[in-house]
């Protein structure tokens, strides 16, 4: 029964790097967003933002 107590541990970390790479990916994108905001203060609406 030890390959099935593996198997769970693989799958619980292959569901952490993925949320990881989740929160990360978000973040990255937060900060193109950011850094692509117009200079006289007119926000640009990303797909899925609230204007």
Same mark, same amino acid.
């Given at each position: 029964?030890?390959?099935? =107590?593996?198997?769970?541990?693989?799958?619980?970390?292959?569901?952490? %790097?993925?949320?990881?790479?989740?929160?990360?990916?978000?973040?990255?994108?937060?900060?193109?967003? %950011?850094?692509?905001? %117009?200079? =006289?203060?007119? =926000?640009?609406?990303?797909?899925?933002?609230?204007?």
């Amino acid at each position: 029964m030890r390959y099935v =107590d593996a198997g769970y541990a693989a799958a619980l970390v292959g569901l952490f %790097t993925y949320g990881v790479g989740l929160v990360l990916r978000r973040r990255r994108w937060e900060r193109a967003l %950011t850094a692509s905001r %117009t200079a =006289d203060g007119a =926000d640009v609406v990303a797909p899925g933002e609230r204007p």
